[in-house]
């Protein structure tokens, strides 16, 4: 049996790739910000050569990570953006992608306005419903990448059900796993072929930095990918990959915290005369509710939710949050609350959102990690118009 296999979350968050460092015996990893490295002889180094191909302290992270979503190796990245263009470049010309039509705002636009310059394409399907996947595959279906929970309705996607067709056809399976993190998810176990994160957000944790990762579940993938990190040189920096090597041995109890209050709001919202709906895999009344229950175990932080209100009053209420602060991002210790259509989607098309129900109304919440009694406080005094 593997360590990986072995060992418990909590352990390898902590343990995994991150034993003491010999010469001092220091129990944290240290920071090697170095550009380059020796070589004893010509074309004879010591496992590193250069930081763009390798450095200590990421592949620590790398490591852990990869033990944390089961993978064979992971990748870090400078953004959660260079991780998903990463992966596009595993395509080629011609080749087609099917996306979940519910999705990140900057991923769309680097699907629509970056690579379909390049000779792709993207169809984008309503894949709660398996069966949607088989209406829009074709011959050239290279992939099909996924969100569940998706980005900001919240809705899954059965991952072993459209691995097990694509796998049929031989069509890769991405799958971002940025909301619910490796602590409740583990998506290359459902059957994907790749994951990816955002490390920006819950990985992360504390919104000091910004990364990306990717992990791949076997090492045909982990040889394509190493190779096009250190062709196109997007990976992540050394004290950015330290900070999220420090976070992740934290990752299960801030999941933990972020899913308790982010539960207890959401129930609180649904009894709130100025909201109509509440998007949250947790609550009984989600439509997939049953799927959350089988698929992860647990349903992380971020939620969203429906106004009664027109646009302008829910601008006014949106700048009354005193502790909830309004900005973008998520998965910070810091409970954060935006506006999708005007700021982190607002780069897909009005008709799209509106069509995909990316409304006026809708308001997407990342719960942080203070008391829970003063964020219900604070939405209650910033609905309170």
């Not at 400078?78 to 099917?98: C, I, N, P, Y």
């Not at 998706?150 to 796993?177: C, F, H, Q, W, Y």
């Not at 900005?327 to 069509?355: D, I």
Request: glycine share 8%.
């Amino acid at each position: 049996m593997s360590e990986k296999e072995r060992l418990g979350f909590e352990t390898c968050a902590i343990h995994t790739g991150q034993q003491p460092e010999r010469e001092t015996g220091a129990v944290v990893t240290p920071v090697h910000l170095t550009s380059t490295y020796v070589h004893d002889a010509p074309g004879a180094h010591r496992g590193y050569e250069y930081t763009r191909s390798g450095n200590p302290t990421r592949t620590a992270f790398e490591e852990c990570l990869a033990s944390l979503e089961r993978g064979s190796r992971g990748f870090a990245f400078a953004s959660g953006t260079q991780a998903s263009a990463t992966l596009m470049q595993l395509l080629k010309v011609g080749d087609h992608v099917v996306c979940c039509d519910d999705m990140y705002g900057g991923t769309h636009r680097m699907f629509e306005q970056v690579y379909t310059r390049f000779g792709l394409s993207f169809s984008y399907a309503d894949l709660t419903d398996p069966a949607c996947f088989d209406e829009f595959v074709r011959d050239e279906t290279a992939m099909v990448w996924l969100e569940s929970p998706s980005n900001p309705l919240m809705k899954l996607v059965d991952i072993t059900a459209i691995a097990e067709r694509a796998r049929a056809r031989g069509v890769l399976v991405v799958v971002d796993n940025t909301f619910l993190s490796p602590y409740f998810q583990q998506p290359l176990a459902l059957g994907a072929d790749l994951v990816m994160h955002s490390t920006t957000k819950y990985i992360g944790g504390h919104s000091d930095l910004v990364g990306g990762a990717v992990v791949a579940k076997n090492e045909e993938l982990a040889e394509r990918v190493a190779f096009l990190s250190n062709a196109t040189g997007g990976a992540q920096s050394p004290f950015d990959a330290y900070l999220c090597l420090r976070s992740l041995k934290t990752l299960a109890v801030r999941m933990q915290a972020h899913e308790r209050s982010a539960t207890a709001i959401a129930r609180y919202l649904c009894s709130h005369p100025g909201v109509k709906r509440v998007y949250y895999p947790g609550l009984p009344e989600h439509p997939q509710f049953e799927l959350a229950m089988r698929q992860s175990s647990g349903h992380g932080g971020t939620l969203s939710f429906e106004m009664d209100a027109d646009l302008e009053e829910i601008c006014r209420a949106l700048s009354r949050f005193e502790l909830f602060t309004l900005a973008e991002s998520l998965g910070g210790v810091e409970s954060l609350v935006e506006h999708p259509g005007l700021m982190t989607h607002a780069s897909m098309p009005a008709e799209l959102r509106e069509s995909v129900g990316i409304g006026d109304g809708l308001v997407r919440m990342s719960v942080g990690l203070e008391t829970l009694d003063d964020l219900i406080a604070d939405i209650d005094q910033a609905l309170a118009g």
